[in-house]
């Protein structure tokens, strides 16, 4: 209870994310190799994130900074955003070139234009 | 555009006056005629009203009859069209096509399969760069929209980065399909001088498409040209029987229409080209005035885009000779009256439109036929009613031989049985020449082979005539409680197209038809009891309603269409001759799917699979600030799914979420991290399960 002088102090955080290292390292573990290969990269990558991390919440950070780093440098031109660790997934996904990927437009640009309105029934 | 020549506007009048007098010159005969049939003395408002009603449906079908002796005419003759078709190159280059699909609640891989198939056909043609292609979907569903998305980016995968095909899904499907392809106009529209309107099941090769654009680049006053598809794909014995009467019947009908019609043609909402500058200036459709069924948003759109497009001034043609172009058909009675339902509300809804300001006479008419098309029903039924009253009245009340006082000689009943025979022969004669000159267009044209020769072409006719007499009363009494419905006020739910393989189940069968079983059985043994004579006249209606049940789920399976294709039967010209088109989407649909980075499906693998995730939030708007109520509920279900998993969202709850990028972004990681019962409800327990070896990916997406 709120004001209760027997409960303070006592209220406990119960963590969400899992924080058993072991755990931890077989979580990143089947996200990464979820993807294509190179599958060694992957594994030196779940060490380092794993490595130190609390709770997998702050390993999946580690690894989102990392695939951000990743893509800086194979495509710098399309790392500048706070979407491109979801873009190097879709490029790992789909093994595709970041910068090839990133020059072809999802939708063409729009170019907007109105339709006139009709009343047939005037 | 200008005004119509002169000779032009003759030529229309002339038509519109030969085809006038050719169905209401002989519905007057025939309704006088029936009036002498009926037996006298009669009831004089009784007879007046069945001769009536006759003489409106003896016009009716003999429309039909007029449209294919017109049909064969123009086949016969090789007058074929009066479009310009000199072969004729891009004239400056510009002459950009979108390629454009809506799709509702679609199988995606299917629909993705058939632009797939296109886009090989097109590539072959050299002409490629000159089209791109538009996956418009209107799917409110969580599943749908993500599994759509995922067969769109298969689709690209396979066909390179250049290919340009693109994906769009609106948040609001506000007017459905045609506010779906008024939304495309209104965002791309300007960079394209012509759009090919397709539908989900619609299939057009390279060499049609190319032709298209060539025609609307030779003929500069067309806004529009529909092709006539061709029924493909049909594999129960229902479908195999309607694709059958659709490659016979269907070019010599569609022939005739473009004679009546000419410029002032029909437009079917798909597998058609449109100029889109007109379009977009002159075809938003406007919200009808008022509520109930004949208010709200327009249903039909097609027929009203082509009459606003010819209203202000573009022509717009059926052009049939054109081949390449297919499309499927409901595979099932009951699929085919779901649809019917639909359509009728539509077609009836125009009836608002049918004196509009500036419309062509033409086009009238085309509104007023696709009232007729149903609203002929309740005047069958309505002739079946009144011609039951009229034999139970002379039944059960005995003849006045002397109705007026004072005369030496009574008055005999007259009644000329052998003139309703002749009436009847009439009638079937009507129904059936235009299936004639079908059979003689296929003999003549050189295209018996194509039917599997002539035996097979007659056996097939009789088997689909005697199964399409046994299918009209059931399509009359299921259009007239559609009718009936509209004109109450009942509004119809518009939902996806059943395609493909569907089979009736007997339990549906009963549920639907069982109504009108009933109806036969009491309508039948009161005649019976009554009038046996008359019984037999109303037998073939009869019985036809009394083995409803067992007929539709009879025909709805595959097993008797097979079976019938093995005898040759309902055999067609793109079964006798393998069409290029048709063998490369036989080749996308077997084609592996995207390999997928988890084995989750639909809404779970936007938020638990890492690439579906993030090809998810790739095609989603960049989040937006949102108002502080909207992020705090935004915030709410993000909690919500994380404490009670993926089934404690409904519909809207996956939708909202899935239209939110944050949300999705946040979402996919925060259940990647969570541990325990909680991550349980997203991830799979090979993942979880600890020293357990890792699923092997990819997982590959399983063929349809």
């Known amino acids: 209870m709120v004001g209760d002088e027997r409960s303070q102090g006592r209220v406990r955080m119960m963590p969400l994310d899992v924080?058993?290292?072991?755990?931890?390292?077989?979580?990143?573990?089947?996200?990464?190799?979820?993807?294509?290969?190179?599958?060694?990269?992957?594994?030196?990558?779940?060490e380092e994130a794993c490595e130190g991390a609390d709770h997998a919440g702050q390993a999946f950070a580690r690894l989102r900074s990392r695939m951000v780093q990743d893509l800086a440098k194979r495509a710098p031109h399309v790392s500048d955003n706070k979407e491109c660790a979801a873009f190097w997934r879709l490029c790992a996904w789909l093994q595709a070139d970041p910068g090839v990927l990133a020059a072809r437009p999802l939708v063409p640009p729009l170019t907007r234009q109105s339709m006139a309105s009709e009343r047939p029934d005037s | 555009m200008g005004k119509r020549s002169l000779s032009s506007r003759v030529g229309m009048w002339g038509r519109g006056l030969l085809l006038t007098l050719l169905v209401f010159l002989p519905s007057i005969v025939a309704s006088q005629f029936m009036l002498q049939v009926l037996p006298r003395p009669g009831y004089g408002l009784l007879n007046d009203a069945l001769a009536t009603v006759f003489g409106f449906l003896f016009g009716w079908i003999s429309i039909g009859l007029w449209i294919s002796v017109a049909g064969a005419f123009l086949l016969l003759f090789r007058r074929r069209s009066r479009l310009q078709s000199q072969p004729a190159g891009l004239q400056d280059g510009q002459a950009r096509t979108a390629l454009v699909v809506p799709m509702f609640r679609e199988e995606p891989r299917p629909v993705c399969a058939r632009v797939e198939a296109i886009y090989r056909s097109l590539l072959e043609t050299g002409r490629l760069g000159e089209f791109d292609f538009f996956l418009l979907s209107d799917s409110n569903d969580a599943d749908a929209w993500v599994e759509e998305e995922v067969a769109w980016a298969g689709l690209r995968a396979r066909l390179g980065p250049e290919a340009r095909i693109f994906y769009r899904r609106r948040r609001h499907n506000i007017k459905r399909k045609s506010g779906n392809i008024a939304d495309f106009c209104r965002r791309w529209g300007a960079q394209y001088r012509y759009?090919?309107?397709?539908?989900?099941?619609?299939?057009?090769?390279?060499?049609?498409?190319?032709?298209?654009?060539?025609?609307?680049?030779?003929?500069?006053?067309?806004?529009?040209?529909?092709?006539?598809?061709?029924?493909?794909?049909q594999n129960t014995l229902f479908g195999r029987v309607q694709q059958f009467a659709n490659r016979l019947y269907g070019p010599v009908f569609a022939a005739g229409l473009h004679f009546w019609h000419m410029s002032e043609g029909h437009y079917w909402g798909h597998n058609a080209i449109i100029r889109v500058a007109p379009f977009v200036r002159h075809c938003a459709l406007p919200r009808l005035s008022g509520n109930g069924a004949?208010?709200?948003?327009?249903?039909?759109?097609?027929?009203?885009?082509?009459?606003?497009?010819?209203?202000?001034?573009?022509?717009?043609?059926?052009?049939?000779?054109?081949?390449?172009?297919?499309?499927?058909?409901?595979?099932?009675?009951?699929?085919?009256?779901?649809?019917?339902?639909?359509?009728a509300q539509g077609n009836i809804q125009h009836a608002r439109l049918v004196f509009a300001r500036g419309f062509v006479s033409l086009h009238r008419v085309v509104f007023l036929n696709g009232i007729m098309s149903y609203v002929s029903s309740l005047l069958w039924l309505a002739f079946l009613v009144l011609s039951t009253i009229e034999v139970v009245w002379h039944t059960l009340v005995p003849p006045q031989y002397f109705p007026r006082t004072h005369v030496l000689f009574p008055v005999w009943p007259v009644w000329h049985p052998e003139w309703a025979v002749a009436l009847f022969w009439l009638t079937l004669a009507i129904l059936f020449v235009p299936k004639l000159i079908a059979i003689v267009w296929t003999v003549v044209g050189g295209r018996l082979r194509l039917f599997g020769g002539l035996g097979r072409l007659l056996a097939s006719v009789v088997a689909e005539s005697l199964l399409s007499s046994v299918l009209a009363p059931v399509r009359m009494l299921f259009h007239t409680v559609f009718v009936v419905s509209v004109l109450i006020g009942r509004k119809t739910q518009w939902g996806p197209q059943a395609r493909g393989d569907a089979s009736t189940s007997w339990r549906e069968a009963l549920r639907h038809h069982s109504g009108g079983t009933l109806l036969a059985t009491v309508w039948g043994a009161v005649v019976y009891v009554l009038s046996p004579h008359y019984f037999w006249w109303l037998l073939p209606v009869m019985a036809a309603w009394f083995i409803a049940i067992?007929?539709?789920?009879?025909?709805?399976?595959?097993?008797?269409?097979?079976?019938?294709?093995?005898?040759?039967?309902?055999?067609?010209?793109?079964?006798?001759?393998?069409v290029p088109l048709l063998r490369l989407y036989e080749e996308a649909c077997g084609a592996p799917g995207l390999p997928r980075c988890t084995a989750t499906r639909g809404f779970l693998a936007a938020i638990v699979d890492p690439g579906v995730n993030a090809l998810h939030c790739a095609l989603l708007r960049p989040s937006i600030p949102a108002h502080e109520g909207v992020a705090l509920s935004r915030q709410q279900l993000i909690l919500t799914a994380i404490k009670d998993g993926p089934h404690a969202l409904d519909a809207r709850d996956q939708l909202r979420l899935?239209?939110?990028?944050?949300?999705?972004?946040?979402?996919?990681?925060?259940v990647w991290s969570l541990k325990g019962p909680r991550a349980r409800h997203w991830l799979d327990e090979g993942i979880l399960l600890k020293g357990k070896p890792l699923p092997q990916p990819p997982f590959v997406q399983a063929s349809r």
């Open chain 2, 195 to 233: 759009m090919v309107i397709l539908d989900a099941d619609s299939l057009m090769s390279g060499g049609i498409l190319t032709r298209l654009v060539d025609l609307m680049e030779r003929n500069p006053r067309a806004g529009l040209i529909q092709t006539l598809p061709a029924a493909i794909h």
């Open chain 2, 550 to 578: 067992p007929v539709s789920v009879w025909m709805s399976r595959v097993g008797p269409g097979v079976m019938a294709r093995k005898l040759g039967l309902f055999l067609t010209p793109e079964e006798k001759r393998p």
């Open chain 2, 294 to 343: 004949f208010g709200g948003e327009i249903m039909s759109h097609d027929f009203v885009e082509a009459a606003l497009l010819r209203r202000a001034g573009w022509e717009v043609w059926l052009e049939p000779s054109l081949e390449g172009g297919y499309e499927e058909t409901p595979p099932t009675l009951l699929d085919e009256l779901k649809r019917d339902r639909r359509w």
């Open chain 2, 658 to 670: 899935l239209s939110d990028r944050d949300s999705m972004a946040a979402l996919h990681w925060r």
């Open chain 1, 19 to 46: 924080t058993d290292p072991v755990e931890m390292r077989e979580r990143l573990r089947a996200y990464l190799f979820a993807f294509p290969d190179p599958q060694d990269l992957w594994a030196s990558w779940v």
